[in-house]
């Protein structure tokens, strides 16, 4: 019996290890994000043509040159690998290759938030079991077994081979020649995320140099006010918060109980960020950084904190986010007091920042004190982002990255804005009790994707961005103290909150603005706190650190129709 059973095993190893069929398998296998793409992306009939077939005729070729096909297939385990992380992207935002920016997400996310992540993507993980596994399986019982294919086998192939690459070859130079804008380093996968791949290494390399190659940059700041006068600034930097769930913006959710409470608060409903990934957006928010300059700029360009430290100012960055040698670490870095509060272990929760902002605050050398808090805000896995006895929207607990969950996920992704809602309190609480002139400024990094309409597309740094993205909240809250002072400002905040702004353009200068601080970088007519702003055309920084028309950046009619329901404009 014993024997009997390790023959039918032999013989199904034997019948799933067929090289043969590997060998012709294999090269099909590969080419499913090839075949994905040419569905989902909006390029030429010719370009999604030739992205097939040319990549299947040279898999082909390359399969057909070994004899050992077991060998052959584990040599393709990087492409492997990219074609997996493809089908993953395309499962979870239904578009688009993987973006230099997805990588530079991979690089610098922690391992608690890519644990958090990759648990609730078993649907996704599940299509690349089944796709890749079984492959990789044969693979190493055929390396094993020394299972090879005769040459006979293999001239069929490359004669086939010959066959796809002399059309494809054909194919892709007429589309070269007559498809306008078509680039094969951005439309011909695995090249295109080969490449990106490299580039996010370049890009993460430079961001390791910034303290060499920033050193020489200065904003030449000048003092305008008293430098006696006390004063505090707090800027909070929200995560993946989006303006359609705050109730200050008309949603229909009590989300903003505390906030819609308090006098001297300016919300501006018609804010959008120009890039939906956290490592671009904070830089943006903390620097004069516009997306027309961004990517020649951002490692030779000191933070908004050099400024303030060069005419007197108490600075400092406290961030509930762990650090990932992104540039967002670097520019937090240059306040004189850099605080990763998750340092100090425990369970990470944003309104453990005020505690440590206080505690500056009384012991600030300087009369003037310039803070920055960056929250963990409502980053995914949402339910862990506040406590459980403040989960006022219930029912909560089944947070997995699933439509059928949407209910939930939203209940709890709602409640994370109801914690924010009661950090901002907190703050303004603690600076209206100074009794000084104080102002706090927040502004999330972009929004989320929650499975909002049929597209189901769910979180951010998507390579298209989505209106649910980029539509961010902002909130400006002034003290009694320096309303008095500065009508002009209030005045200006009045006239310019219902006007189209763009967060990461407009922060920096509204900062030195309410401040006081000038700078040569300074430009009036993009502070929200001057009356010489200026709304302008709606900008994108797309994923190859270029600021292109927002209409160009690959937001879908669905998208449009948010906005113009929201009366935003998107041009």
């Known amino acids: 019996m014993m024997h009997k059973t390790k023959r039918t095993i032999s013989g199904v190893l034997n019948w799933f290890a067929h090289p043969v069929f590997w060998l012709w398998a294999a090269p099909l296998l590969l ?44 040599f393709f385990l990087p492409i492997i690998i990219l074609s997996g992380f493809q089908i993953v992207l395309l499962v979870l935002y239904g578009e688009s290759i993987i973006a230099i920016d997805m990588y530079v997400n991979l690089l610098t996310t922690s391992a608690s938030e890519a644990k958090e992540l990759l648990g609730n993507l078993l649907g996704a993980i599940s299509v690349i079991v089944i796709l890749y596994l079984p492959l990789l399986v044969a693979a190493i019982i055929m390396y094993i077994n020394k299972r090879y294919v005769g040459v006979k086998r293999r001239r069929h192939m490359r004669v086939a081979s010959y066959v796809l690459l002399i059309i494809g070859t054909i194919l892709f130079f007429i589309t070269v020649l007559f498809t306008e804008g078509f680039m094969p380093r951005r439309e011909l996968f695995p090249y295109n995320v080969a490449e990106n791949l490299v580039t996010a290494i370049r890009r993460t390399n430079m961001s390791m140099h910034y303290h060499t190659t920033s050193r020489e940059f200065n904003y030449s700041p000048v003092m305008t006010r008293d430098k006696d006068m006390p004063e505090v600034f707090v800027i909070v930097i929200g995560e993946t918060s989006r303006a359609e769930n705050w109730e200050l913006f008309g949603y229909d959710r009590p989300t903003n109980p505390r906030l819609k409470q308090r006098e001297g608060v300016y919300a501006f409903p018609k804010v959008l960020t120009e890039i939906n990934t956290t490592h671009k957006a904070v830089p943006m928010l903390l620097s004069y950084l516009l997306p027309e300059n961004f990517g020649d700029s951002v490692a030779y360009t000191k933070s908004i904190f050099s400024a303030f430290n060069n005419v007197g100012y108490r600075t400092a960055f406290l961030s509930n986010q762990k650090r990932n040698h992104s540039y967002l670490d670097n520019y937090g870095e240059e306040a004189q007091l850099a605080e990763f509060i998750s340092d100090r272990g425990g369970t990470m929760r944003d309104i453990n920042l005020i505690g440590a902002m206080n505690e500056i605050i009384d012991k600030s050398p300087s009369h003037k004190v310039f803070i920055v808090l960056h929250t963990y805000g409502s980053h995914f896995e949402y339910r862990k982002r506040y406590p459980s006895d403040m989960a006022y929207f219930t029912p909560d607990i089944n947070s997995g990255a699933t439509r059928f969950n949407r209910e939930q996920l939203l209940n709890a992704y709602d409640n994370t804005i109801r914690y924010t809602d009661a950090l901002l ?55 009694k103290e320096f309303e008095d002072i500065h009508p002009d400002i209030v005045n200006a905040l009045r006239n310019n909150k219902d006007k189209n702004i763009a967060s990461t353009s407009s922060l920096f200068h509204t900062i030195l603005d309410i401040t006081g601080v000038r700078s040569p970088y300074y430009d009036a007519t993009y502070s929200v706190a001057s009356p010489k702003f200026t709304p302008r ?18 937001i879908h009619q669905q998208d449009i129709e948010v906005f113009k329901k929201r009366n935003i404009d998107y041009e």
Do not use: C
């Open 537 to 554: 055309p709606r900008k994108y920084l797309n994923d190859y650190n270029e600021s292109v028309p927002l209409t160009k950046s690959g």
């Open 31 to 74: 080419i499913a994000p090839n075949i994905w793409l040419a569905i989902t992306e909006y390029n030429s009939v010719l370009a999604k043509i030739t992205n097939i077939i040319l990549p299947l005729g040279l898999y082909m070729l390359l399969f057909s040159l070994s004899k050992k096909i077991g060998r052959t297939i584990l």
């Open 425 to 479: 309190d907190g703050v303004i609480e603690s600076l209206d009790n100074l009794d000084i002139p104080a102002t706090m400024i927040f502004v999330s990094d972009h929004g989320e994707d929650i499975f909002d309409d049929e597209r189901e597309r769910f979180l951010h740094s998507s390579p298209t961005p989505t209106a649910h993205q980029i539509h961010v909240p902002m909130v400006i809250w002034l003290s």
